[in-house]
């Protein structure tokens, strides 16, 4: 037993002792008062740390996260069973061993079934109180959990998503930095007009290397301008050739997919004025395509594997779709999955601190006004048990509150907890696949 569930079971023993010496016993005396507080402790620890160590038993074997159904169908059966023998105890203890106010034989004769009844019913409400409690608990922390889990998974791909797209700049810059080195030897004067172009190029990539996707248009038009800056250095050992669709032009692609492929392409195929390396751009079943026929040159060294690896990963973080490689002893092909929609990996930080905040707002407001309704229907429908069976046993008619009220608390916990709302959620989830 926890330390804090300790002094609760002793506040509450020390409470009803009081309550019972000052208004109930008739005798006012030490001895007196510490009978009471021990029958009043007897009563506490037992029904209290029994019902605590059922809980806690079954919260190791049938948690709510994981087995709710069949742990609600225990948690009655387990309640009823505890606290029958555990009042059945407690009462044969005061009644025939301390107050000796009655044998064995007339204890378990029916005189004192009334007063058994009662207390099962009060500690059986108790009981369910402390075990929504305990319901409520596992739930924030399954919920706590799974937002943490959440949230380092979205940190975790857009810090993966950054350290590609933070590849893609020195790359760029590396690769167009030997390609000028060659030229500085071979053409001066094309070394000039290389630089110009690459510094238009350049900041094309330093615009778009922080995007996710940009479009298809823009894609083709940056390739078409690096296509010129690849010519200017290779004239008619390469040719390029563009056929995109135009309805493509408006979807998405992830940044400088093209320029890394078409580098690739220039990278690991040899070309010359009689065998000329050509490459094609087209669209294919919602494909965006990059073609060569295959000049495979020998690699003096391995290569880092920047290019190709990149859009895959890149590709992977933002969508199921695959990005396909096709090789034939005759040309080499990679065909780019290309998005209707734009998704994003995580909204603005103070978007979703804002959202969170109203969310979790609303959540507790819920909790409040449920939590309220649960409490009041304890404490008013336990004061007219307690007021029909003094002033009329007999007729018993609080069961009527009990049960009506019962109901409205029923289907409150079922709204708040959003049990029985799957269906929604399925239906949620099929109306916008479908949009």
Avoid at 59 to 82: C, D, G, Q, Y
Avoid at 393 to 402: D, Q, V
Wanted: glycine letters at 4%.
């Amino acid at each position: 037993m926890k330390r804090k569930d300790f002094l609760i079971l002793m506040y509450v023993s020390i409470g009803t002792a009081l309550y019972f010496f000052l208004f109930v016993n008739e005798e006012k005396s030490f001895r007196a008062f510490f009978l009471t507080l021990g029958i009043s402790a007897m009563y506490s620890f037992f029904l209290g740390a029994g019902n605590g160590f059922v809980n806690d038993f079954l919260n190791k074997k049938f948690p709510w996260s994981e087995e709710t159904k069949k742990r609600a169908i225990i948690s009655v059966i387990s309640l009823i069973v505890v606290n029958f023998i555990l009042v059945y105890f407690c009462n044969y203890v005061n009644f025939v061993i301390y107050q000796k106010a009655a044998t064995p034989a007339e204890f378990f004769s029916g005189k004192y079934n009334f007063v058994n009844w009662f207390m099962i019913n009060l500690t059986l409400l108790i009981s369910a109180f402390l075990h929504a409690k305990g319901f409520m608990e596992e739930l924030k922390k399954t919920s706590k959990k799974e937002v943490v889990e959440q949230k380092l998974i979205a940190k975790s791909a857009n810090a993966q998503f950054e350290s590609l797209k933070n590849q893609l700049d020195p790359h760029f810059l590396f690769n167009s930095l030997n390609v000028l080195s060659s030229l500085i030897d071979e053409n001066p004067k094309q070394a000039q007009k290389f630089t110009a172009s690459m510094s238009k190029i350049y900041r094309y990539v330093l615009e778009q290397k922080d995007k996710e996707l940009v479009t298809v248009q823009d894609e083709i038009d940056f390739a078409k301008t690096y296509c010129e800056l690849l010519k200017t250095r290779f004239e008619d050992s390469v040719d390029f050739e563009f056929n995109v669709n135009e309805n493509d032009l408006t979807k998405f692609v992830v940044p400088l997919s093209l320029q890394l492929l078409l580098e690739n392409c220039i990278k690991h195929n040899f070309a010359t004025s009689a065998k000329p390396l050509i490459i094609k751009v087209f669209t294919e079943n919602d494909s965006l395509c990059i073609e060569n026929n295959l000049q495979a040159r020998e690699q003096l060294k391995e290569s880092a594997g920047i290019g190709l690896a990149n859009i895959v990963q890149r590709y992977s973080l933002l969508t199921k779709k695959n990005v396909f490689i096709e090789k034939s002893y005759s040309h080499f092909k990679v065909k780019l999955p290309v998005l209707d929609l734009k998704p994003i990996l995580e909204k603005p930080r103070e978007e979703n601190e804002n959202l969170s905040y109203e969310r979790a707002h609303k959540r507790v407001k819920e909790l409040k006004s449920f939590y309220s309704n649960l409490i009041s229907y304890l404490i008013v429908n336990t004061f007219l048990i307690i007021l029909n069976l003094i002033t009329s046993p007999k007729h018993i008619w609080f069961y009527w509150s009990l049960l009506g009220w019962g109901i409205g608390v029923l289907a409150h916990g079922m709204s708040v907890f959003a049990i029985g709302k799957s269906w929604e959620d399925r239906k949620i989830k099929e109306i916008m696949e479908k949009k």
